[in-house]
């Protein structure tokens, strides 16, 4: 080891400069948020994408005995075993009204976000753009800019009548000739927003006018709250073949630590997803596979998810009500919403602080979730703590406010 490198300084000439695929993209914040939280019960834990709900009692036991199982300790089959690949492809082609050849288009991946780059790898070019909308997971985001694509915003626009609105004009301004995908999470994280029918029709014909893929970010997808309707958009005319589901056990089931997803779409890119898995994390995680098969497959399987659902958006009444003397913009689905800090005169960071330091509350700000604005969203998870705590939300806020 030289002086130079010994002493921790950066290396001269090129292997100091960082490429350029990570130019632009920040660190995540939640981790930090978390560590000032840790140790202090009274703290509303709200920072992160977990869950206090568990998983199926299926999949537990399912994982109990994989470990014990010789299968599960391998490698192969490296695009995942046969029965769970054949598992998600009868769920996402029963959701979306469609049939899929487990075998030539389904593969197994170490959780959702795996797949998402996955598929972007193996569909779009270094100087494509991508649409996204605004604002969106900073894992969709940043992973565009790690394929070498570039991300185009559409806005996510919010009225106290009607709630999120997708801004469609927007959406179609941003479609041009370099335009290789539609990169869409439904519902929208962090904000919660939900596509509805004329949303996603305009989303399908934006991809079949211009020739355009849809990764279709699903891990959410049944996760919608006040009575709205479920829709898959490769149901859609023309859209089968246009779309790529990226799925997982990770939200609906409450499996997150089993990191265990799919990507599901035609067969020809299938092939392309597959091999970029393949070079990439090689294959998906093996204790993992057999829970998510015990938990698709369940008999009771859409009852568990529509109970999960139902009591997470107990939790996510809980916060609206608390909150409603403040700036909060409520979810149509998922497990977060987004407090509006600019009415505040707080930019979403300072507020972030405030909460923690009283302490009453661990929230993320979202400066790297979008566009211009992101800077004043603060995200609550409600989905990771009982109603009951969620309801102190509004004297914590005073406390700081």
Known sequence: MNGAE????????????????LSGIPGFDIDAVARAAEGDPDILRLENLDTDLRPPAA?????????????????????????LRAAAARHVGRLAGQEYDPDRECVITAGGTEGLLNALLATVDPGDEVVLTDPTYAGMLQRVRLAGAVPRLAPWVFDSAGGWRLDLDALARCVGDRTRALFIMNPSMPSGG???ADDWATVAGLCRRHDLWLIYNAAMERILYDGRPYLH??????????????????KEYRMIGWRT????GPAAVLADVAKVGIYNVVTGVGIGQPGALAALTAADEAEDVAASVER???????????????????AAG?????VDTRPLGLRARE?????????????TPMDAWGGPDAEYRLRLVFSNEPAARLRTLGERFARVL
């Open 351 to 363: 507020l972030s602080k405030r909460l923690l330091t009283r302490p009453a509350v661990a929230a």
């Open 194 to 196: 939900v596509l509805d």
């Open 233 to 250: 958009p490769a149901a859609l005319p023309g859209m089968r073949r246009r779309t790529l589901t990226v799925g997982s056990v990770s």
């Open 6 to 21: 010994g002493h921790g300084r950066t290396p001269p000439g090129r292997a100091g400069t960082p490429p350029s695929r």
């Open 261 to 264: 997803g799919w990507v599901v």
């Open 312 to 330: 997470w958006e107990r939790r996510r009444d809980a916060v609206i009500e608390a909150l409603r003397d403040y700036p909060v913009r409520p």
């Open 59 to 83: 999949a537990l036991a399912a994982t109990r005995a994989a470990l014990e199982s010789p299968a599960a300790n391998s490698y192969l089959p490296f695009t995942g075993r046969s029965d």
């Open 334 to 338: 998922g497990w977060s919403l987004l």
